[in-house]
């Protein structure tokens, strides 16, 4: 099989001619060690934290630089035993990092190196045809030099993916050239890859709920809605945490790939409709939870390709999801792109993770595209994650610095990044469009609204429209 692969999916309508190859996003590879912050413990080395005597208020210092600056006796870590800010204001409590713990994020761009660090699967192309790749366009592709090597049908969104490899002798600009020429009209693009925004650590802080005022409702309360959605790395719907739980799982890999490890869909899974811990309450009880599994494991990483995205996507509308929880970043992506636009006229709501690619990193993508609701992550003081990406896009802060949920081991473990803060507001549309009639725009607006304005006044860049509070007390 030759190197490049395009996939062109059809949803019905049209991108003009040349659309440009959109840039890998820059960001730091899923399970990429930070430089800043240790796995606590006792906290008294938390940074500059004063003397750390309960490793939860170490004076003016930035705990996340500490290598023990994590977990005090009062169960608070080391990121926020820095400054001892709230986060209101000004300030843009850099130093909100409530674990130390290396975190996931979307995959670095750039030539050579393994996929990973590449950002995208050497020798595959993404492209968008309408409604399916004809045979005038088979021809020219051929005569280009490309051949068809697999096709998926994507019935709810409306499309065909038709995967090519590319002529010989090309690299992957020179494809993306060579395919946009031959067939003028179609958007293409690589097939990128997204990494997954959260870390597990250690500890067994539970304060999230709280913090968003989510009332906890019925264990049944969710049950006669549409199901939600997680798109992830596998779940492993056997987790004592998730063994009440109604959870249908479907993959979504490439023949021959290898899955990835289930602790991050897993935890995921468990916080909306499981139990996180012992007598945790799920923040959508009873809800039917759809795990699509895109993620599979490339050379040692987490990572999911477009193709899986979208085939995954596709079928959990097929399914009657109405909210899809994305929680994982990478590179803006054309076919992406056209699919987010098409499941916006369905009148499902699509929400991801913002990203944890630090404050001066680009955009993350799906989050940053207009019809996503980007959520970003706060730890308990209400500061901002230190590793949270920044910008105009980011619309709600919602808890996700030490979240305890289920591991992969049939455990809990405490998880960080802004992965952990998709599900409190994925489950918080749940409601919000049982107040608007399963309106999405006005669900959108009705968290929006109802958010506690954080940071500057206004929206901002690090808060958006500030800390998530959870409208209602139905989600069906």
């Not at 020429?181 to 997954?196: E, I, K, M």
């Amino acid at each position: 099989m030759r190197g490049l692969v395009l996939i062109l999916l059809a949803l019905g309508f049209a991108l003009g001619p040349g659309v440009d190859a959109l840039r890998p996003w820059q960001g730091p590879g899923p399970h990429h060690a930070a430089a800043d912050g240790g796995d606590g413990g006792d906290g008294g080395d938390g940074g500059d934290g004063g003397d750390g005597g309960d490793g939860g208020d170490g004076g003016d210092g930035d705990g996340s630089d500490g290598s023990d600056g994590s977990d005090g006796s009062d169960g608070d870590d080391g990121g926020d035993d820095g400054n001892g800010d709230d986060g209101s204001g000004d300030d843009d409590g850099d130093d909100g990092d409530d674990d130390g713990d290396d975190d996931d994020g979307g995959p670095s761009a750039g030539g050579g190196g393994d996929a990973g660090d590449r950002g995208y699967i050497a020798g595959e192309i993404v492209a968008l045809g309408q409604p399916t790749l004809g045979p005038r366009a088979r021809a020219a592709l051929r005569a280009a030099g490309f051949r068809v090597i697999a096709e998926h049908r994507l019935g709810s969104v409306g499309g065909t993916l038709v995967r090519l490899s590319v002529p010989h002798g090309l690299d992957e600009d020179g494809a993306l050239s060579a395919a946009r020429t031959a067939v003028p009209g179609q958007a293409f693009d690589l097939n990128h890859l997204y990494g997954p925004t959260g870390a597990g650590c250690e500890g067994d802080a539970c304060w999230g709920a709280q913090a968003i005022g989510m009332q906890i409702l019925p264990e049944s309360a969710c049950g006669r809605g549409a199901p939600i959605a997680i798109i992830d790395t596998p779940v492993d719907a056997g987790h004592p945490a998730l063994r009440d739980a109604r959870v249908t799982v479907q993959n979504f890999l490439s023949d021959g790939a290898r899955p990835s490890g289930e602790a991050h869909g897993t935890a995921i899974a468990a916080l909306l409709v499981g139990r996180a811990t012992p007598g945790a309450k799920p923040l959508a009880p009873g809800a039917r939870l759809l795990a699509a599994g895109a993620f599979r494991s490339i050379e040692g990483r987490s990572l999911a390709d477009a193709v899986a995205v979208l085939r995954s996507i596709d079928w959990a509308l097929g399914e009657g999801a109405r909210v899809i929880a994305m929680s994982f970043e990478g590179a803006p992506n054309a076919t992406l792109a056209a699919a987010v636009k098409a499941v916006e006229r369905t009148g499902a709501s699509l929400v991801a993770a913002a990203g944890n690619g630090g404050p001066d990193a680009g955009p993350a993508y799906p989050a940053a595209y207009p019809e996503v609701l980007a959520v970003t992550a706060v730890d308990r003081r209400l500061r901002p994650y230190n590793r949270g990406t920044r910008g105009a896009y980011v619309e709600i802060a919602a808890p996700g610095v030490g979240i305890v949920s289920a591991d992969g081991g049939g455990g809990s473990r405490r998880w960080s990044g802004s992965s952990f803060a998709v599900p409190f507001v994925a489950a918080a549309l749940l409601r919000a469009r049982a107040e608007t009639r399963g309106d999405a725009y006005a669900a959108r607006r009705l968290l929006a609204g109802a958010a506690r304005d954080l940071g500057a006044p206004g929206r901002d860049f690090i808060y958006g429209h500030g800390l998530l509070q959870v409208p209602g007390d139905r989600c069906s």
